[in-house]
């Protein structure tokens, strides 16, 4: 394996730490139709292939909100490498990317309904991203770091699950915050709720979406899900859709925050972007409100396009 990277770390000086963030990168396939799939036969749709991954994702939406250094660790197969490390390199992130000589670049297939909540579907072969390993790993990327941000699917496989392991214990010795989302309550249903959870043990804060928290806690309100979850984490924050987000602390919801409009036309993504958002505002000394505020108005303008991504910035002439 090789490792291509976007530089070496660099100290912050006196600006505000980095975020790393260890997660997925991933090739989409996102097929928006309007009519119902037809079984045996063909159904019209408008068919796209964009960089993705909820990892990747999330650290080109936190890049996109101002934050100057923003990390991704991942791992990526050579047929797609270079296309991934220029995506992400445009979109202000600075890419370590392991190249897997074995496995492909994962890839996955969103069904999107065209109708009015751009629902998707999503068809996965996690390829060479679950295949990060803990030899991929080293503290050395915390230099300069001051919150490492976990893909919740690195915790659904071995061996990115000891790569998960391996970080957080890393960050705890240097006592950098860990926040993770869960990203997929299929699964994490297959995981296994203890088994999940255990190995999330002491991150700072959980941002779970609806379905994830319902999940998680088995309770079927959001609001009681998120206050159970926050006896177990320091923070917690369930994101809620069009409905916006809970926010939740030592056992009690501090607030909710409402959704921005949005035209939605297609919902890929729109967790991920709330994160970045998210995490780049609480890295910019936002409170936890004030930080899931900034989350839904990046969700807002994610599903208002095709992707999980940012818009990309303005070529220079």
């Known amino acids: 394996m090789r490792a291509r990277s976007g530089g070496p770390a660099e100290g912050t000086g006196g600006r505000p730490g980095a975020l790393l963030v260890v997660g997925d990168v991933v090739t989409d396939i996102v097929a928006r139709h309007r009519r119902s799939l037809a079984p045996g036969t063909d159904t019209a749709a408008a068919i796209r292939t964009v960089p993705g991954g909820a990892g990747a994702n999330v650290a080109c939406w936190a890049a996109h909100r101002g934050r100057a250094d923003v990390r991704l660790l991942g791992r990526v197969g050579a047929d797609a490498a270079a296309w991934h490390e220029a995506a992400l390199t445009r979109a202000g992130v600075r890419p370590r990317l392991v190249v897997d000589a074995e496995a492909p670049t994962g890839t996955v ?4 309904d065209g109708g009015a909540g751009a629902e998707r579907t999503f068809l996965t072969d996690s390829g060479a991203a679950l295949r990060l ?3 991929d790993w080293s503290p050395d990327l915390l230099d300069g770091v001051a919150l490492l941000h976990l893909s919740g699917y690195l915790f659904f496989t071995e061996p990115s699950r000891a790569t998960a392991r391996a970080a957080l214990a890393a960050a705890r010795a240097r006592g950098v915050p860990v926040t993770v989302d869960p990203a997929s309550a299929g699964f994490l249903a297959e995981t296994g709720v203890e088994r999940f959870l255990s190995a999330v043990d002491g991150v700072a804060a959980l941002l779970p979406s609806r379905d994830e928290a319902e999940l998680l806690t088995g309770l079927p309100d959001p609001a009681d899900a998120a206050s159970k979850l926050s006896h177990r ?16 602390r ?12 949005a035209r939605v036309r ?3 993504g729109a967790g991920d972007a709330f994160t970045g958002a998210f995490l780049a505002a609480r890295l910019g000394g936002a409170g ?6 900034q989350g839904c108005g990046a969700g807002a303008r994610a599903v208002e396009q095709i992707g999980g991504r940012p818009p990309a910035p303005p070529a220079v002439a």
């Open 109 to 112: 297939i969103c069904l999107v």
């Open 250 to 261: 030592d056992g009690q919801v501090l607030g909710r925050v409402l959704a921005e409009p």
């Open 288 to 293: 936890l409100c004030e930080a899931a505020a």
């Open 266 to 268: 297609d919902s890929t």
């Open 133 to 135: 390993s803990p030899a």
């Open 233 to 248: 984490f320091p923070a917690v924050v369930v994101k809620l859709g069009a409905e916006g987000a809970l926010v939740a």
